[in-house]
């Protein structure tokens, strides 16, 4: 997964960074369902914000 990522990086520590990255991922993936508005019960933004 981190030569597709990171092609010619050579890294050294690459159990940690393909931790990380799938972690990322899997966080980047819940931020996008709530703003998509899939499985958000009980979540809600304001639209109109009053100044």
Not at 7 to 31: C, G, Q, V, Y
């Amino acid at each position: 997964m981190l030569e597709k990522v990171l092609p010619h990086a050579m890294l050294k520590a690459k159990p940690n960074l393909e931790l990380r990255i799938s972690t990322l991922k899997r966080d980047w993936a819940i931020f996008c369902d709530i703003l998509s508005k899939k499985d958000n019960s009980g979540f809600a933004t304001t639209n109109n914000v009053e100044e």
